[in-house]
């Protein structure tokens, strides 16, 4: 109990919001928090009942004894009503004798009173701190939640038009895969003698014959053939 009782003012005065804000690492600081709490809690609770205890019978000592000063000094009364002073001095020696108990079962009693409300307070105090560790554990985490689901959402959204580009760039070769099969099948549907004619029309004669052709027209004009 005094290992405990020592630590009061360090405990009462803790700001457990305080700590973790400064934290460089808040949920490794909380759980290790939230370990040193439950072992500190755990102390208390093991000594508050005896501490308690203490207290209930340190008072109960003190009330029986002004009982028993208070009894004495009424059996001195009746003894000096019924005039043996003798009687009444011995009653009022031993009233003497209990009075002087009086002052220090008073400071025991005071002092267990005041640890066990020291204790009290204690408990009251971690049993918060640990509420407020998960509190802001909860916090965290939810907090850690959102920006996870943030970045899985812009990583999606980056998957998504990446994959939306490569989608386009295929249908537009497959389009021009399409468009020159339907050229070449066009091509090759066309009748090659119409075309062979058509080139006809713009070939140039050859010369060389028709130089042959005049002069055998010559020849036979001479002739007369």
Do not use: W
């Not at 971690?126 to 509190?135: G, N």
């Amino acid at each position: 109990m005094a290992g405990i009782l020592s630590r009061f003012k360090t405990i009462m005065e803790s700001n457990i919001n305080a700590l973790l804000d400064k934290a460089e690492d808040p949920v490794k600081m909380a759980d290790q928090l939230a370990r040193d709490l439950q072992k500190d809690l755990g102390e208390v609770k093991a000594e508050t009942a005896s501490v308690m205890a203490e207290e209930k019978r340190a008072k109960r000592a003190y009330d029986e004894c002004v009982a028993e000063i208070e009894k004495l000094q009424k059996y001195a009364e009746k003894a000096i009503l019924a005039g043996n002073d003798t009687d009444a001095k011995t009653f009022l020696g031993e009233k003497a004798a209990k009075s002087a108990n009086l002052e220090p079962l008073q400071a025991a009693f005071d002092l267990a009173a005041a640890n066990a409300k020291k204790m009290r307070e204690m408990h009251d105090k971690l049993a918060d701190q640990l509420a407020q560790i998960e509190q802001r554990k909860a916090a965290i985490r939810a907090k850690a939640a959102m920006v996870k689901s943030q970045e899985m959402a812009g990583k999606m959204n980056s998957n998504t038009g990446a994959a939306t580009l490569s989608r386009f760039d295929e249908l537009e070769a497959k389009l021009n895969r399409k468009l020159d099969e339907a050229e070449a099948m066009a091509e090759l549907n066309t009748p090659q003698d119409d075309v062979a004619d058509l080139m006809s029309k713009y070939d140039t004669p050859d010369t060389n014959d028709s130089g042959i052709e005049d002069e055998l027209a010559a020849l036979k004009a001479k002739l007369g053939r």
